[in-house]
Every structure is written in C-alpha cells, then in structure tokens.
C-alpha cells in the first residue's frame, strides 16, 4: 500500500509534484515486488469513498496487489484469506532490503 504523507481524501487534495512522487513511489514499491516476489502481473488501484471499498475513507491510498497465474484472484482482498509461500516478517525484510538499494 502507498500512501501519501498528506491526509486527502482524493486525487484533487493533491499537488502536481505530490501526485508525481505518488506515482513514482507506486512504481518504485511494484519494482521491489517483483525483484522480491516474481510475479506474474500486479492489481494497482485506488478505492475513492466508502462505496468503492475505501476502508479509510478520508485518507488517499494506493493498493500494490501482486499476482500469479492461477492464484485465488481477489479471494486474499476481499475475504481476507492468504495463500503465502513464506513468512511475513521475511517477505518484509526482504522488501525492505529491495527498497533500500
């Protein structure tokens, strides 16, 4: 999940140059993703107001879903199940080596 310093709840309480780094920070996050985990593919969305599934609806946050051929499509967002190969706190250690470099 990227999620900007500022507390917005939309893309219009953003700047230029802070929707810019968002961005950049989006991509830099799905690049340590995929050294880290190899995917297959990534879900990267948005969820704007409680309707669309914002669970904090006054704070803007971007969603990095890495994906696999033949995984459990949205069943590990919106059911809250989770198929992992490897331990969280390693997998996290991992990714906060990737970001490091």
């Known amino acids: 999940m990227v999620v900007p310093y500022k507390q917005t709840p939309d893309l219009h309480g953003l700047t ?28 990267i969305g948005i969820n704007l107001g409680q309707v669309a599934g914002a669970g904090i609806v006054g ?7 890495p ?17 992992l190969p490897e331990a969280l706190t390693e997998l996290a250690a991992k990714l906060r080596a990737a970001l490091a470099a």
């Open 59 to 65: 704070h803007l946050h971007i969603h990095i879903v």
């Open 16 to 43: 230029d140059e802070e929707m810019a780094d968002l961005m950049k920070l989006t991509r830099r996050c799905k690049d340590a993703l995929t050294k880290v985990m190899q995917p297959h593919g990534f879900n």
């Open 67 to 83: 994906r696999w051929n033949g995984d459990t499509n949205f069943m590990p967002v919106l059911a809250q199940t989770t198929v």
